[in-house]
């Protein structure tokens, strides 16, 4: 495992075990994750995340919707140094999780965080992330507000990705949008996961 996550991240190596160790105490013991991830979370929870990386712009700016436990925010932000992220989240114990794991992974100077509903905050976004928040019609109405010109919306999703999508045609086609799935390689393993990413039509 060290060396898997040596080949992923890099220089960064020691700040991701860092993270899952926060993950795997504090993130269990606060209940933001079951007590039965605390074995899955390098390659259900981390490499998942960074799945997507290659669909953010270089020295983008992203806001991670609901982003609950940092995910996918923190493992993007580690694996991606470029990036300035937003961690978006509006419940105050998951809110001050993410506040003690950014201070003490020293991301502070990239890395926000911000309690708030997505439909009560006002910034602007490159890229507007979430993992596992909520169906993608609900979604589409919460992130879009948050996208600035030309960015999009990335929405980690499971193998319904698509029937999930032609489901939102209509939402889509009200907001002028439009949608595509990524079938991602999941880094480090041969599993797929995938990505619906949505833009201004």
């Given at each position: 495992m060290p060396d898997a996550r040596a080949d992923l991240f890099g220089v960064h190596a020691e700040l991701i075990s860092q993270y899952i160790d926060i993950l795997a105490s504090r993130g269990i013991d606060?209940?933001?994750?079951?007590?039965?991830?605390?074995?899955?979370?390098?390659?259900?929870?981390?490499?998942?995340?960074?799945?997507?990386?290659?669909?953010?712009?270089?020295e983008a700016s992203v806001v991670d919707v609901g982003s609950g436990a940092g995910l996918p925010g923190l493992p993007l932000a580690i694996y991606r140094a470029d990036v300035r992220m937003t961690l978006l989240e509006s419940l105050l114990r998951r809110a001050s999780f993410l506040e003690l794991a950014v201070a003490e992974l020293g991301l502070g100077d990239r890395v926000s965080v911000v309690r708030a509903r997505a439909e009560e905050?006002?910034?602007?976004?490159?890229?507007?992330?979430?993992?596992?928040?909520?169906?993608?019609?609900?979604l589409i109405g919460w992130c879009l507000p948050l996208v600035a010109p030309g960015g999009s919306i990335l929405a980690l999703k499971g193998s319904t990705a698509s029937e999930e999508l032609a489901d939102a045609g209509s939402?889509?086609?009200?907001?002028?949008?439009?949608?595509?799935?990524?079938?991602?390689?999941?880094?480090?393993?041969?599993?797929?996961?995938?990505?619906?990413?949505?833009?201004?039509?």
């Open positions: 606060w209940g933001l994750l079951g007590p039965r991830e605390g074995e899955r979370l390098w390659d259900r929870h981390v490499l998942n995340s960074v799945a997507c990386a290659g669909l953010i712009p270089g905050h006002r910034g602007r976004y490159d890229v507007v992330t979430s993992r596992a928040v909520a169906p993608l019609p609900r939402e889509l086609r009200r907001r002028r949008l439009t949608g595509r799935v990524h079938e991602l390689l999941v880094p480090g393993t041969d599993e797929t996961t995938w990505a619906v990413e949505l833009r201004r039509a």
